[in-house]
């Protein structure tokens, strides 16, 4: 059977959060429930946790803005919605 590879390797030390943020008990027990649901395989608490913060350092890493756009540019939690954004939806 071939590897995960988005599942821990089980030598890696857990990761502690860097920043203030924290995932809650149930967040973790979210995350666990869909990766056995995905993947069909459990894994731990510990390794849910891990992905979970793995996951976060992503999504701040990618919020980053662009070379050259400046930090206004950027969006804080998305797109911009409505019609001042330029989406018309008629």
């Known amino acids: 059977m071939k590897p995960n590879p988005y599942r821990p390797r089980t030598e890696s030390k857990a990761l502690t ?4 943020t924290s ?3 149930a967040a973790i027990l979210e995350l666990k429930k869909i990766y056995e649901d995905d ?5 731990t608490m510990e390794e849910a946790a891990e992905m979970g913060y793995r996951l976060i ?3 701040k890493i990618l919020r980053q803005p662009l070379p ?3 930090k ?4 804080s939690d998305g ?3 409505g019609p001042e ?3 018309n939806a008629a």
């Not at 959060?17 to 203030?20: A, D, K, R």
């Not at 206004?72 to 969006?75: G, I, L, Q, R, Y």
């Open 17 to 20: 959060p860097q920043t203030s």
């Open 72 to 75: 206004s540019e950027k969006a």
């Open 39 to 43: 993947f069909g395989e459990e894994i």
């Open 85 to 87: 954004a330029g989406n």
């Open 57 to 59: 350092a992503l999504y």
């Open 23 to 25: 995932l809650s008990e």
């Open 79 to 81: 797109p911009a919605l």
């Open 68 to 70: 050259g756009e400046r």
